[in-house]
């Protein structure tokens, strides 16, 4: 036994003693799950993938809350290693390469999107994609493709030959997004009225920007379209056995009052200031923590 091996079957072991069988059945659903998503995707070979292909897929069907910390191993081959039975991982391949070992039952429980006690990799309706990796994603429109060149993603014309070192990002055609469209029509049909049905169609067939669904439907539309874009690029990172960006998914920054802003606008309030009149001054409203910052200047505190 190598002792890269044996360090891993310690680590195992260690986490085995300190779950419960609840938590290590969950673990064999969520692998089942990701493999049978392959399998249901049409994919002849579904009983193997790499590795982090696996992951994506178990995050996909998770609503990107599954961590593999909950199974108290720090790493995703860690995690699969808690199953010897069910998945072996190959890691004469790079990335290594998992396979399936026996096929999913019918009777597979359907999953929840829930986790135990983890929720941190969840998309959250605050949560955009980096605007680059965004563009690179759906701007089929253009005609141009987008390269990774490692930091960043770059609009190059489709005929410019691609340098070394750089890879070309996966970019949605027409049809794709008319599947994506069709998909969510179908998911919203029986909870609609038949007036935004016809809308929703519309918006479909025309290619139609997102106001113009029904407003209670906005928002579904873009966490769904979010949804498909993260897999997407997650998926294209993990098969070129890259890192995906940590910033693939952020929250936009609150913006920023400069100081010249500041001055502008207390040059305006006292401007504003010396035209009132004296019944305009008394009617004057000031904030209680200005006044009191007035007060300790005076006596010099």
């Given at each position: 036994m190598s002792e890269e091996v044996r360090l891993v079957s310690d680590r195992v072991m260690a986490a085995w003693e300190n779950l419960d069988s609840e938590l290590l059945k969950r673990g064999e659903e969520l692998i089942v799950a990701g493999f049978s998503a392959a399998r249901w995707s049409g994919r002849e070979d579904w009983r193997q993938m790499t590795t982090p292909v696996l992951k994506n897929r178990i995050l996909s069907v998770t609503n990107r809350a599954f961590s593999e910390r909950d199974w108290r191993t720090?790493?995703?081959?860690?995690?699969?290693?808690?199953?010897?039975?069910?998945?072996?991982?190959?890691?004469?391949?790079?990335?290594?390469?998992?396979?399936?070992?026996?096929?999913?039952?019918?009777?597979?429980?359907?999953?929840?999107?829930q986790t135990p006690a983890h929720a941190g990799g969840r998309m959250t309706p605050d949560q955009r994609v980096r605007p680059d990796l965004w563009r690179s994603a759906l701007d089929y429109s253009s005609g141009n493709k987008y390269v990774w060149t490692g930091e960043a993603a770059?609009?190059?014309?489709?005929?410019?030959?691609?340098?070394?070192?750089?890879?070309?990002?996966?970019?949605?055609?027409?049809?794709?997004?008319?599947?994506?469209?069709?998909?969510?029509?179908?998911?919203?049909?029986?909870?609609?009225?038949?007036?935004?049905?016809?809308?929703?169609?519309?918006?479909?067939?025309?290619?139609?920007?997102?106001?113009?669904?029904?407003?209670?439907?906005?928002?579904?539309?873009?966490?769904?379209?979010?949804?498909?874009?993260?897999?997407?690029?997650?998926?294209?990172?993990?098969?070129?056995?890259?890192?995906?960006?940590?910033?693939?998914?952020?929250?936009p920054e609150a913006p920023r009052t400069s100081r010249a802003d500041t001055e502008e606008l207390r040059s305006f309030i006292q401007d504003?200031?010396?035209?009132?009149?004296?019944?305009?001054?008394?009617?004057l409203s000031l904030p209680s923590s200005a006044s009191l910052r007035v007060v300790r200047r005076a006596r010099g505190e």
């Open positions: 720090s790493s995703f081959r860690d995690f699969l290693a808690l199953y010897p039975g069910l998945v072996r991982v190959d890691t004469t391949t790079r990335p290594p390469t998992a396979h399936l070992m026996r096929d999913p039952t019918d009777d597979t429980p359907e999953l929840t999107t770059v609009s190059v014309n489709a005929d410019e030959p691609v340098t070394e070192g750089e890879l070309v990002l996966p970019t949605i055609d027409r049809g794709d997004s008319d599947n994506w469209r069709e998909e969510f029509l179908q998911q919203q049909a029986k909870r609609v009225s038949p007036a935004d049905v016809e809308a929703i169609e519309r918006w479909r067939t025309e290619g139609l920007g997102t106001r113009s669904l029904p407003p209670a439907l906005q928002g579904l539309w873009n966490a769904e379209l979010k949804r498909h874009v993260v897999e997407l690029l997650e998926t294209w990172f993990a098969e070129h056995d890259l890192e995906a960006p940590g910033d693939l998914l952020g929250r504003c200031v010396a035209a009132m009149t004296r019944g305009e001054l008394e009617s």
